[in-house]
């Protein structure tokens, strides 16, 4: 009976030292600059989720901005732990990473120019030339349409300029840095889309090594934000409240 408590023992021990261990470690949170997401390495929401993550975990998290490409080789070299925001399109099977609690929703729209047709689905964008941003992922079944003429730019603003020059006739992007761009060039008057229906939507997670530490923090990490999930405050900190921006000039437009 003595050596059954004795071994209880060191095994309660032993998963408090590797649960101490596992929170002292460094551990390198990966990402990439999105407009109003990730800004830099201190500003953006999903890094505002990642510190709250990081405050009430314990977890010892430092963040990592490079380009995106750079961001995803590193995850696959393992020179980082996780990467953020994870999309499964970033992958080509499920064994290379282990996915987190989803916490948000990549939500691709069509956006023209006020007055003309709305676009609303793949369908739509057939036989026109449509502008996308390098490095940004899209749901295959759109991107690899061979019907869709796309035309690909540097950054979200270079999409919103050629699309007032006409040189595209429309612009797809996820809801947040779409309308970041078209604010921050003077053209959010100018602009339409529909907000109630996205053309394309993709789950948005936090992506871990696929290895016994990979799926310790997944499990940690997973905790926390369903507890945040629980509690309304994922919601409140992910909606894109950049969209009642949007609605009050499109009210004030139409009068």
């Known amino acids: 009976m003595q050596r059954i408590i004795i071994l209880f023992v060191i095994l ?35 890094i505002d989720l990642t510190k709250i993550i990081a405050r009430k975990t314990g977890l010892n998290i430092k963040i990592i901005m490079k380009p995106a490409k750079r961001t995803r080789r590193n995850f696959k070299n393992k020179k980082i732990d996780v990467i953020f925001p994870g999309l499964d399109v970033f992958f080509t099977s499920e064994s290379e990473l282990i996915g987190s609690y989803v916490f948000d929703t990549k939500n691709d729209y069509v956006f023209t120019r006020r007055g003309e047709p709305l676009l609303k689905t793949i369908k739509d964008l057939e036989g026109k030339k449509i502008g996308i941003t390098s490095g940004y992922p899209y ?3 759109l991107i690899n349409n061979p019907l869709i003429n796309f035309k690909k730019a540097e950054t979200d603003i270079h999409n919103v300029r050629k699309l007032f020059k006409k040189r595209i006739d ?25 907000p109630d229906n996205p053309l394309s939507k993709l789950d948005v997670f936090y992506a871990f090594q696929n290895d016994e530490k990979g799926k310790k923090l997944a499990k ?19 909606y894109p409240k950049i969209r009642m921006l949007y609605k009050s000039i499109s009210q004030d437009t139409k009068k």
Do not use: W
């Not at 429309?170 to 100018?190: H, P, Q, R, V, Y």
């Open 170 to 194: 429309a612009f797809i992007c996820e809801e947040n840095s779409g309308l970041t761009a078209f604010i921050d060039t003077g053209m959010i008057n100018k602009v339409q889309y529909d």
């Open 139 to 141: 749901q295959k079944k």
């Open 12 to 46: 309660i021990l032993s998963g408090l030292i590797h649960g101490n261990t596992l929170a002292k470690d460094k551990i390198i949170f990966g990402t990439f600059f999105i407009p109003y997401r990730v800004i830099n390495e201190d500003q953006g929401n999903f």
């Open 220 to 238: 940690i990490v997973s905790k926390a934000l369903k507890e945040m999930d629980d509690d309304g405050s994922l919601k409140k900190l992910m």
